[in-house]
Structure formats: structure tokens, C-alpha cells
């Protein structure tokens, strides 16, 4: 219902009413949530209630040019960050959400530093304990494999595209019609997590904010999963009210290499009202869509971008759940912290001399 609910409001928000009526409704909600449009464009400049939820910003913001120098994706409120124990973070104060549930993953050990197994192989490896996961089998559903030999990618600035060679995907199809929360592709490891050392930060951006995304840092993007769920609000006080809320909700997960070599997993969560999220650079990510719920996976060769660069944008407020390996960064952003795109949220423990 969360997700109809969604896609309606997604509809009416694109319309596009006479001017006149226009300019109020876009008035009124510039009002209503006391949005500062000093960096954009008037209210009366979009033809839509959805042009003003996705306006783009004037002027490029200044961003951190230090080279160790993490900074903030997107505008928003950081509710927590810090580093987690055995794979639990902290949505708010006193509110755990699983970090393999999030990320719709176990973690390898070179990802974590503790006892993992691949999503994607029925490899298990453990820390010694002897202690070990299931498998993950494929055979609940069917998986399709394709390769392109050349995918066109958009810059979301400019418009312009260009080629990105080496583009894979994979994409799960479960025909089987069985849940996420009972499908073997989402098989939760038993082994023991002691010892996983993953650091993270949860931004959110509430209706007022700027609802684009961008590069938080020099980075490869290796992987891009859509795990289509339910679509709770996540504003503070359902995170209160419903635990593990943003492992419930549908999210697409990119993976990234960053330039100390270390792993970054950026989590975009969908919520109430938010009726699409687009990535410039793979069209086929399609979240809430009446086609399709299919889990899916993309892999990805050379698609690399640099510190700033537009990502893509959400079509209202949401959140994004930033995590690293704690050996190569560290979010230690105090609870409740206003950040802007641009803004240096953290540092690098180290620059590999191999940039990106």
C-alpha cells in the first residue's frame, strides 16, 4: 500500500497545473517547510511540484579540496555515525538496524576483517572459530546474465553522454514468488561476526533539502543493487517506532572502491512519497515501478568519478546510509549534524598513491 501510495503521489507531483495555481502550490510548500532558495532558481520557476522537489542548484557549491578530505554526498541531517560492533549501526539513539540486512549481503573478509561469505558464491570462509554460513543458492529463481559492450552514461550536470566500456549486469529474477525475507539469494550468514570493523554515517534529507546526490570522494563504482521493499517513512520518529526500518525499505546499494583502496557501500533508501530515485549513469535502475520488483544486481568496470560529481537525485526527501571499512575512514560526525554537499564529513586514514 506504502508503495501505491508512493507512486500516486510520484504522478500528481508531475503535473503540471496552470501557472497561476502552479505558483501557489509551489509557494506554499516553500513556506510550509521554510525552504531557503537563495541557490536556486524562484518557485515560480517550476512548471512542477516535482521540478521544485528535484531543482538543481545555481551556482557549483565549493567543496573540500583536500585530498583526505571525505565530504557530504548530499544536504541533510546526519541522525548518527560512528563504528559498529558485530555488523549492528544505530539509526538513531538506541535504535540498531543490521548492516548486512541494509546492504542485502554478507561481507567477505577482505571487506570486513572478520568472518564472512559472499552474497554472490557459495564460498564460505570464517575467522577461525569454525563457525560458518549456508551457501547462497541460486536456484530459488532465475538469474539472467547479460554483457554490453558499451553502455551510454549521462552526465547529470551537462546533459552529455559518453561511453562506459565493460559494462556488466546481472539481474535476479525471482519467478518463484517467494519473499525477499525467505529467498536463498538474501540468506543471512550464521557465522560469527566478531572482529568486523565497518564504520558508517545515516544523512537524512527531509522535504526542504536539495535532493540531489553526488561523489563523496574519488571512487570506482564496482556494483549497483536494487532490492525492492516496503516504503515506511523515515523521519526520526518511525525510526523510533519500527527497528531495522531502513533494512525494510526498498534501497539500491552501490558499491564503491575508494582511493585508499578501501570499500565504500552507499545506501539510497526510498521512504513514503518518494516516488522514484535515478542514477545518471545506468538507466535500468528502476526503483518503485509497478513492472517490476525484481531484485537486482549490476556490475560495473571502469565507471569511475571524481570527487562532486553528480550521482543522480531522489525525487523527495530521504536518507542515505554511508559505510566503510574503519581501517581506511571514520564517520565520527556528532548525532544530529546539518551538513551541505561539499562539506568534509571525515578523513581519510590513508591516500593510496594509485588514485582513481
Known amino acids: 500500500m506504502r508503495s501505491f501510495i508512493s507512486r500516486i503521489f510520484g504522478v500528481i507531483a508531475a503535473v503540471k497545473f496552470p501557472k497561476f495555481i502552479q505558483n501557489f502550490i509551489n509557494r506554499k510548500y516553500v513556506e510550509f517547510f521554510k525552504i531557503d532558495m537563495s541557490e536556486f532558481d524562484p518557485p515560480q520557476s517550476y512548471a512542477s ?161 536539495y535532493h540531489h546526490y553526488h561523489a563523496p570522494c574519488d571512487l570506482s563504482v564496482t556494483e549497483a543493487l536494487y532490492i525492492p521493499a516496503d516504503l515506511y517513512s523515515v523521519a526520526k520518529k518511525f525510526l523510533l517506532k519500527i527497528p531495522n526500518l531502513y533494512a525494510k525499505n526498498e534501497r539500491v546499494i552501490l558499491k564503491c572502491k575508494m582511493p585508499n583502496g578501501g570499500i565504500l557501500w552507499m545506501v539510497f533508501v526510498g521512504a513514503l512519497n518518494v516516488g522514484k530515485m535515478k542514477f545518471d549513469f545506468d538507466a535500468r535502475i528502476q526503483t518503485n515501478a509497478c513492472a517490476s520488483r525484481a531484485e537486482a544486481l549490476y556490475e560495473y568496470e571502469n565507471l569511475n568519478f571524481k570527487k562532486g560529481d553528480h550521482l543522480g537525485n531522489f525525487e523527495l526527501g530521504s536518507t542515505i546510509v554511508l559505510v566503510a571499512q574503519s581501517e581506511f575512514l571514520k564517520f565520527e560526525t556528532p548525532t544530529d549534524t546539518s551538513v551541505k554537499f561539499g562539506q568534509k564529513i571525515a578523513e581519510f586514514n590513508e591516500i593510496s598513491q594509485n588514485s582513481i
Open 49 to 209: 511540484l516535482n521540478a521544485l522537489f528535484t531543482r538543481r542548484l545555481l551556482r557549483p557549491r565549493e567543496i573540500a579540496a583536500d585530498e583526505r578530505a571525505f565530504i557530504s554526498p548530499s544536504d541533510g541531517v546526519i541522525f548518527e555515525s560512528g563504528t559498529c560492533a558485530d555488523l549492528r549501526a544505530f539509526s538513531v539513539k538506541g535504535c540498531e538496524y543490521s548492516l548486512s540486512e541494509l546492504l542485502g549481503r554478507t561481507f567477505t573478509a577482505s571487506e570486513s576483517g572478520g568472518a564472512v561469505k559472499n552474497l554472490d558464491d557459495g564460498a564460505v570462509t570464517t575467522n577461525g572459530s569454525g563457525e560458518a554460513g549456508t551457501g547462497c543458492a541460486k536456484d530459488a529463481g532465475t538469474w539472467m546474465k547479460f554483457r554490453a559492450a558499451q553502455a551510454k552514461i549521462m552526465d547529470g550536470e551537462s546533459g552529455a553522454t559518453y561511453a562506459a566500456s565493460g559494462v556488466r549486469a546481472k539481474i535476479y529474477s525471482d519467478e518463484s514468488g517467494v519473499s525477499r525475507e525467505t529467498s536463498t539469494i538474501g540468506a543471512r550468514s550464521s557465522e560469527n561476526t566478531k572482529g568486523v570493523n565497518l564504520s558508517y554515517a545515516n544523512i537524512y534529507l527531509s522535504p526542504r533539502d
